[in-house]
């Protein structure tokens, strides 16, 4: 093992993980993993968005919903309690603006 194994640059490594004096941190910014959801419009009665989505951490499916639909975006926590950070793949059933 050389001392220029975790050098900036390496595989193992970069310069913005490295702090002044060669120490190695991690990032302080938390980063989620991505879920993608199906979003529902409010349909009859409904006057809420519903979105489904496949769990990354457990692989179960969670639904969801929400006021808006700008509103499902962002970071959200799923069914089993953990975070995720929600993009919408497509959506269902959007009324058409006249």
Known sequence: MSADENAPGDESGGAEDEQAGGRVVESTIPRYPVAHVSVYAPAGRRRWWWYAMRCPHCGAGHF?????????????????????WVIVARTYGAREAA
Request: aromatic content about 0%; glycine content about 24%.
């Open 64 to 84: 969801g919903r929400a006021r808006s639909q700008d509103g499902v975006k962002g970071t959200r926590r799923t069914g089993c309690g953990r975070r995720v």
